[in-house]
T-cell receptor
Framework: AQSVTQPDIHITVSEGASLELRCNYS??????LFWYVQSPGQGLQLLLK??????LVQGIKGFEAEFKRSQSSFNLRKPSVHWSDAAEYFC???????????FGTGTSLTVIP | GAGVSQSPSNKVTEKGKDVELRCDPI?????LYWYRQSLGQGLEFLIY????????KSGLPSDRFSAERTGGSVSTLTIQRTQQEDSAVYLC???????????FGQGTRLTVV
C-alpha cells in the first residue's frame, strides 16, 4: 500500500540557516511526488512536484527537492530560510490511478530570528 | 472563480445534527477531492470525483458521510448525525485531471459540541 512518512514532526531553524525536511514514501511503481506548504489558517499551496526526468526539481520560494529512488526519499531543501517560511509542510505521493494523493503527517517549521 | 472556494469557513454544530459543507472548484477542473485534517494529523482522503466517472468513496469513514458533485462542478459533503470525533478541518481540492497539480481551498473548520 502507498504511504508517506515524514519522520520529523517539528523542526526549528535559525533564519538564514539551511533547511532539509525529510520524506520517505512507499509505492510500488514510479511515484508522483509533491511538497505542499500550509500557513496557519490557510489551504495547502504546492511548492514543487516530481513526475519524471531530472531528479532535482526546483519549486517556488527558493525550495528544491531531490528524488532518490534507491532511498525512496523526496527530501525538501532550502539553502537559506526566511522567517516567512514558518509553516506546516506536507509531502505527498500520487497513486497512478489518479484517485488520490497520500499525504504525510506533516512537519511543522519554526524559524527563529 | 480564481481559486477553490469553500463555505462556510467555520461551522459549529451540536452533536447529532446534520451539516453540509460546500466546495466550488476551479472552473474547468474535472477532478475534485475531499480531505479531512485533524489536529496533529496528516490529510485523510475522503472521496474523489473525476468527470462523469463513479466517485471513489473508499475514504469515507462511515455511512454518515456522503458527497455529491452536481453538474461536474460544485460539490457538497454531508455529515449526518455529527459526532465529536467529526471535528476537523475539511479540505477540498480540484485539479485539471488525475495527478495534475491539486489546488486546495482554505477549508471548513467543523466543531461538534
Amino acid at each position: 500500500a502507498q504511504s508517506v512518512t515524514q519522520p520529523d514532526i517539528h523542526i526549528t531553524v535559525s533564519e538564514g540557516a539551511s533547511l532539509e525536511l525529510r520524506c520517505n514514501y512507499s509505492y510500488g511503481a514510479t511515484p508522483y511526488l509533491f511538497w505542499y506548504v500550509q500557513s496557519p489558517g490557510q489551504g495547502l499551496q504546492l511548492l514543487l512536484k516530481y513526475f519524471s526526468g531530472d531528479t532535482l526539481v526546483q519549486g517556488i520560494k527558493g525550495f528544491e527537492a531531490e528524488f532518490k529512488r534507491s532511498q525512496s526519499s523526496f527530501n525538501l531543501r532550502k539553502p537559506s530560510v526566511h522567517w516567512s517560511d514558518a509553516a506546516e509542510y506536507f509531502c505527498a505521493v500520487g497513486a497512478n490511478t489518479g484517485n488520490q494523493f497520500y499525504f504525510g503527517t506533516g512537519t511543522s517549521l519554526t524559524v527563529i530570528p | 472563480g480564481a481559486g477553490v472556494s469553500q463555505s462556510p469557513s467555520n461551522k459549529v454544530t451540536e452533536k447529532g445534527k446534520d451539516v453540509e459543507l460546500r466546495c466550488d472548484p476551479i472552473s474547468g477542473h474535472t477532478a475534485l477531492y475531499w480531505y479531512r485534517q485533524s489536529l496533529g494529523q496528516g490529510l485523510e482522503f475522503l472521496i474523489y470525483f473525476q468527470g462523469n466517472s463513479a466517485p471513489d468513496k473508499s475514504g469515507l469513514p462511515s455511512d454518515r458521510f456522503s458527497a455529491e458533485r452536481t453538474g461536474g462542478s460544485v460539490s457538497t459533503l454531508t455529515i449526518q448525525r455529527t459526532q465529536q470525533e467529526d471535528s476537523a478541518v475539511y479540505l477540498c481540492a480540484s485539479s485539471a485531471g488525475p495527478l495534475t497539480e491539486a489546488f486546495f481551498g482554505q477549508g471548513t473548520r467543523l466543531t461538534v459540541v
